[in-house]
Each structure stands twice: as C-alpha cells, then as structure tokens.
C-alpha cells in the first residue's frame, strides 16, 4: 500500500509559477507509474499530467501542455508538478495518484489505485 500526501499550493497571480510535491511512503515508490489530477469547484477531477515507474516517458493534457513539467525522484520517493505560466483556470485542488499496472487509460480517475488528499491551488487574476 501506498500513502501519498500532497504539498506545495498556495495562492499565485497569474503568470506565476508553483511547485507541487507529492511525498509517498513505503519502499515500492518506484514500482508504481504516478498521476497528476485536479478538481475545480463544481467540476469534475480531471487529468493533468503522467509519468511511468521510471519516469522515461511522461503525458499531458492538453490544457497544461507545455507550462506543466510531471517529474519524480525515486530515491527520495517523490513526485513533483512543476506549473508555469499559470492561469485563472487553472484553479483547483490538485491530487497526486499512484499506479499499480500502468496502463494506456492512464487519464482515467479509476485507473489509480491510491489518492493523496489534495492541495489547494488558487490562482488570481
């Protein structure tokens, strides 16, 4: 099993940048290929950003392409969202997620076994 617990949110204005970070516990952190979601009010949690169990290849959503960067640290049993350039509606709690059998519906909530809590992102205008 796998515990995961988020960090890093705030409050940002628009164009600035944030940095998420998701702290996992127990020795098997690298098995597992690692999510990103995120949840406006209202809205339904959606996809943000992928990475596999050796971070070789990684996904994005199209909102978030190329101002988000998903990485991981292994060794320090850490993943990261590195989020630029943000906007307004980018508005949300953001959860980490975890992966026993990686598969190619990695943007499917269901396809996650774990969930962290989230962390609160807020971004003004």
């Known amino acids: 099993q796998v515990q995961l617990v988020e960090s890093g949110g705030g409050l940002v204005q628009a164009g600035g940048s944030l940095r998420l970070s998701c702290a996992a516990s127990?020795?098997?952190?690298?098995?597992?290929?690692m999510g990103w979601f995120r949840q406006a009010p209202g809205k339904e949690r959606e996809f943000a950003a992928f990475i596999t169990w050796s971070g070789a290849r990684t996904y994005y959503a199209d909102s978030v392409k190329g101002r988000f960067t998903i990485s991981r640290d292994n060794a320090k049993n850490t993943l990261y969202l590195q989020m630029n350039s943000l906007k307004p509606e980018d508005t949300a709690v953001y959860y980490c997620?975890?992966?026993?059998?990686?598969?190619?519906?990695?943007?499917?909530?269901?396809?996650?076994?774990?969930w962290g809590k989230g962390t609160q992102v807020t971004v003004s205008s």
């Open positions: 127990g020795r098997t952190f690298s098995s597992y290929a």
């Open positions: 997620a975890a992966d026993r059998d990686y598969s190619n519906t990695y943007y499917r909530t269901t396809s996650y076994d774990y």
